[in-house]
Structure formats: C-alpha cells, structure tokens
C-alpha cells in the first residue's frame, strides 16, 4: 500500500472531527504518513473545526467505499445494517481495509465481515468500538489470546448507564428524572433504548467473548437487561448492606462451554469495579497464566475515540493488524452457550405487607429450595406503604432461587414481583485487587 | 523467518520452565508455530518439570545466541552486564530477535542495543521486563504513544516493595522482619538490594519514559529513592491522617522537560492506587486525548512472565514487532531533566524533645518559607520517648518546603532528620477514578 496510508472518513460527528484534527496535529501521527484524502457526512456544508476543504467530499458514504482512491475507510456511521453496513461490505470487497468504531455491525455481522475480508486479503480493527480509550482490543487479541486460556471478561462498558446509576445514587432522583436530566446534557440520545436496555454493552460484550474464546461474535446468544428497571429503592437498600449497583457485562467459561451477559449487579463497596464511576468503562481479564488483568479509562468521547482509531491505522501502517477475532474464520470454534445453571449470591428484595408471619414464609420457601441466606434486613415501613424485604444468599444455583422466588411471588403476603439480582463477589471473575 | 519461529531459551528459572509448559501445551501457542529448539542453563541436570532432552542443549548463553539455528533468543538470564549483554549482542548481531525480561539491560545499554539491532534488521521486545503480565509496553508503544501526547506515566512497579509496604502496615512489624520473612519465603532476593533500594522500578520506569515521550532510556537521570527507609512510625501516622504509603514510579512532562523518578509517596486510602496490594503491579497513563487510563495486574511470577514473553513472540510471528522504544533511533529525542523543582502537596514528620514552643518554632520556619499546613497531627508522647509531629502541606514548590526542612533540623528541640515525602494527589497524574 506504499508508505502512506490513504484515509476516507465516514461520519464527522465529534468522533470524525476528532480524528482528523489528531491527523492534523502538529505532531502527525504516524510521521505524517496517515493522510485523509475523502469524507462524507450528512451535512457538507455544516460549520466543522477541522477544515474539510481540502478533502475529497462525497455525499454517500457508499461511494466513498467503492470509489475513492484510498487505503482505508474508517466507518463512523453507526448502526448494525443501512449504510455503516452496505459502506463496509463495499470497502472489504475492494481489499480496502476498515477501521470502525461500530459495534453493533461487528457483534451482529462480524462472521460475515471478516470471512469477506479474508478473501480480498482487507483488515477490520475496531478498537474504538469496545470501551473507547481503553486499548483492551489489542490486549486481548494481540497480547493475551495467543498465550493464555482467558476463563472470563467482564466489566462496565457502557458509559451512559454508569452514569445514569451513580447519578441516582448520588442525588437519590428516580430513573426517569435522571435519564431526562442525560438527555438535555447530551449525555443519553433522544431515544436511550440502545444503551439504557443493555444493548449496547451486550455488542461490546459479544465481541469481547469472540476475541477472548476464538469464536464468531454471537450477539444473539447474549441476555441481556438494561438499568431501566432499576430503582432508587433497589440502590439504596443494597447500600445499606455494603453494596452498589452496576450495570456488568460479563463473558466466561462454564465447562466447556460459554456464558455471555448484561445484567444489574451487586458489587460491594471496595470491589474495584464500585469506584468505577460516572462516564468511564472498565474492563477486568481472567486468564491462565496471566491472572487477572484489570484497565480502567473514559469509555467514549472524541479524545479516547480518535485515540483508539488512530492505534488502528497505525497498526495498519506498521503492517501489524491481526484478524478481527484473532484468529483466520476457519479456527473460530463456536462456543455451545451453558448448559449449567448459573450458580452464585444473590440479592433478593420483596415488597410485603406488613403482616405477622411473612419473614418465616420468605424464609420457609428458601429453605425449602435448600437456599441459605446470609444477611437479611427489614426496612421500616413509610407510613401506609407496603415494607420491603431485602436479603442475600449465600452461593446457590440460579434455579433453586428461581423457583424459591416464583413461590415466594405467589404469597398472599407480597405486594410485588421480587426483585433479584446477582452479587459479583471474590469467586467470580471480578475479585478484589489485594 | 520461515513459518515457524525457532526458539532458543537462555536460563530455565520459573519463568524459562512456565514458558517451555506455555509453548509445550495442550493448545499449543501460535497454532504450534513457536518451536523451542535449543537452551541454556546454569545446571544442565538439575530436575525440572519441563522435558528439555528434545532441545539442544548449551552450557553457555552467549555459544547458543551465536551458533545455535534460531529466529528467536528468549533472554531470562537477568542483569544489566555480563553474559545477557554478552548473549543478547551476539544474537542481534546475527539478526537474531531479542525477546527478553531483562529491565536492566535494557535501562542501561537500551540505545546501544536498539542501534545494533536496526542494522541487522532484528527486532528486540521486552513486554515481560515491565510489570509482569499486563501488557503496557504494548498499551503504550503500539496503543497509544503514536496518536497521543503522553503526559504522565506513574504506578507501582515493584511487587517486593509493594508486599513489604503491605505487610509493615497489616501487621506491624518493622521493615527488617518483614524482609526476613519475605526472604525465607522467596518473595525477596538474598541480596535485596535491587528491590528495596527502588532500583528495578526506577530500570521499569526508565523504560516507560522512553516509550512514552519517544526517547533514549536514561537510567542514570532517575532519581530513585527505595522502601529501606520506610518506618512503621511512619506508616501508622500516615494512615492517622487517611494516606497508605506506596512506592510510586513516576514519569512525567514538565513544561519541555521531563521528570523521572521512583519514591515512596502517601496516597490516599481511596486512591485507585491505595487498594493496590501485595505483588500486584499498577500502571496509570495520562495523555492527549485519550485521558487516564489504568493497568492492574501481577507484575511478577511465572506465569505473567511467560505470558509476556508469549505476546512477543506471537508478535514476532505475526510481523507486527516494533522499533523498541516505539520510533526508529534516529528519530528518539533526549529529553531534558526537569529543571524547574517539583511542586505538590508533602508529608512531613518531625521527633522532637517534647518541650514548650515546638510547635511554634516548626510553623515559624514553614510560614518564613511560604509554605502553608493542610492537616497536622502531634502524636502523644511514648514513655520516655521523642514526640513525632506530622503535617501535611497544601501545594509549594520542593525547593521552599527543602529550605524550611533544613531550618527545621537544626533547631535544637528536633531530635532526628525530618521526614519528608510527597503526597500523590489529584493534580498528579494518579487521580481518583470517579
């Protein structure tokens, strides 16, 4: 591809505008040898800081992958199919390389865009898809993957949920008020379901898991829940029993096969991942021989952004990219999701009416399932309202609790569905550093 | 090279026979394209877990780096001289790629070797001689030093005085018992001297620097000060006023300067860097524009080790090795040592004759200086004992608060060298997470 590397930029929101003012620097990246030549945007006549005169202008983005003279298309459109998707398949089908930051495109259709790249001999990098300046792409692909047997990946990857939920804690504001508050600071889109219901963070997660275990990305097999169904009552009961609550996403090895999640978790207080907070991402790697690995950093933004894709493109100029999920298509090996159920603490918290009795039916219907608890507290009732009962369980497996909670549901005595979420505690892949 | 990677090992400690088990495995690493053939050791009939019979076997390092049929010489013999220098020389010379874990050697002759090495066209990687199995050489030089300004680079680099620092303050011992133990337990050298002295971390950060501001290591510009004197006295009263004593490597930009040094520093109990215990290593990055990011994992032991060197050499396989400092030789620039004096916030402890007018005559010298106290604290007095007196400064420059120290101990109520150390706070490059 000789000795620069023609670049065509594809969005020009902050990420775009960002990147071309770092290959604008004074200090040019890459020696200078990182050169944009072409852009497309919506707009091209809006008022941008980076000057785009110079550039090749096209209006569709589609184009611009199939007909400007370039060595890499850096996809910044979003979204997992329409254009970002018709832009890529049409630069790979050229041998023109892509650096994205889409990773809904990659968790939804990453098999079929790498095994088209194969055959034209193109590169996909997409550091700045997974939790922006963190450079935990080329960790686990370049630096681990190869060496080690990753037992797990799991971490908090969406920015906007990690605010939403400390932003609650912090000012004790309801749901609702807190996400309206996001979307006037530009903080949570217009619509939030991508991010708020989990999304989001399950693509990102996706990806990790193909990387971490040499499989195909398997978004679809995912589960997924959002924070939208988290409660200040939820937050400020777990705090009082030494926890916080964080949206986890978490990938890891049962057996010989794979669980891959996003959930509301219990993390306690001097877990690492408890002072994660606001708008940053981390991400926490199990591994043989390595042990565990932990990085922390701003999970979006222009800097941390254009910081990741400028590490794609220079990867590229030093001839140094890797397959999108670290290994040639034919050696990925699709993981069987788990068989197994979930095992591990958890915590339950019930809405009842204050009535003699309910604590020892709660009580009865665990023990029953062979479901020890092991910390329980009964808040006081607010005048007239129904009282709520949290609990914490020692280690079990999901499904006696399941089904513990589906009797304990059908009491007379309880006012609501139970609320349960998972404690990430010392045995699973998120222990505390010391 | 060929398709496989033929590998030569010099020196089968822990981390030469956990990277023979790595390469061995059941999966083997590379899809079985790294291929020991030859190695050396002190002993050639000591009992080992790894079968060597199948390799070619050399009493001498430098005999095997000359003649042995290799692409790859895995240097674990350690030291900044003698037969390492001499082994690695010899294989550059030939062409012959450097993977190695020796911080030493290449903290001192780094410019040296990375000259020979660009005439023969070899590379030298060295992921595994910089906190152990996280991998911020790679973060760093391929990751994040070409599309950043590195503005900072600091974190705890050496987990002997890390374990030594944790076990003084849980249980109470002095530094000489602690080390006792740790030496008859293995985790500290018979001679510790290269540890507690604050010399390996002061080879590690020479390193980072170099990656991280494009620059020749300097080893000799480091200012190092170790853990040896670090009392109890101390420790306890640092926890009194809420600070963890750490021993912090740290690299940083000053103006169009850079400073480079390793001490022990007082971080705050909720510091990211506080809960950082025992052997694990930390690394904190400050750049443009990607903001901080934060590293944490085991820096030392088999298994992260041969992790590392693992990731090397995978990198060699795939072609993707860089230039050892992340530039070309022609291209690293000296950076100047920091004129201008250190600024921040400090920690100081006094023992003095407990008389009338102490206080007094301590807050006079500071107030002459212009410096101005945060928190102080006058412990009660043990029978019979000296008084020690601990304050904490707001930020001044070093030099004042090094004038006003000098005052301080010769007046005649002090009956011992004051104490200072800097406090890592959230102006520095460490800053809280959240």
Known sequence: MGDT??????GLGTVGGGLLKLLDGATPVGGGRLKAVAVSARDRHRRREADISQL???????????????????????????????AVEAALKRGVHVVTANK?????????LATLAETTGAHILYEAAVAGGIPVIKALRDGLAGGNRVNAVSGILNGTCNYLLTEME?????????????????????DPTTDVGGFDAGHKIALLAAIAFGA????AAVDIEGVDNVTLMDIRLAGKLGYRIKLIAKAERVDESVRVGVHPALVAFDHPLASVGSSLNAVVIDADPVGRLSFVGRGAGAGP???????????????AARPPF????????RQPPAARAEEGRFFLRILVHDKPGVIAAIAEQLAKAGVSIESFLQDPAE????????????????????????????????????????????????????
């Open 305 to 319: 952004t254009a910081s990741a894709v400028a590490a794609d493109l220079l990867d590229l100029l030093a001839g």
């Open 383 to 434: 005048a007239g309202a129904d009282v709520p009962i949290v609990l914490t369980t020692q280690r079990c497996p999901r499904g006696a609790l399941d089904a513990a909670v589906r009797h304990i549901a059908a009491l007379d005595v309880v006012a609501a569905p139970p609320r349960l979420m998972p404690i990430e505690d010392t045995r699973s892949g998120l222990r505390a550093w010391s």
């Open 104 to 112: 809904a495109l990659l968790a939804e259709h990453g098999l079929a």
């Open 216 to 219: 195909p990305p398997d978004f």
């Open 170 to 190: 912090s000012s004790g504001r309801p749901f609702a008020d807190v996400l309206a508050d996001a979307q006037r600071l530009g903080y949570a889109e217009a």
């Open 56 to 86: 090749q202008w096209f209006d569709d983005a589609v184009a611009m992958a199939r007909e400007a003279e370039i060595d890499v298309f850096v996809e910044l459109i979003g979204g997992s199919d329409g254009p970002a998707k018709a």
């Open 326 to 333: 670290g290994r040639p298509v034919a050696d990925l090996v």
């Open 5 to 10: 590397l023609r670049i065509a930029i594809a």
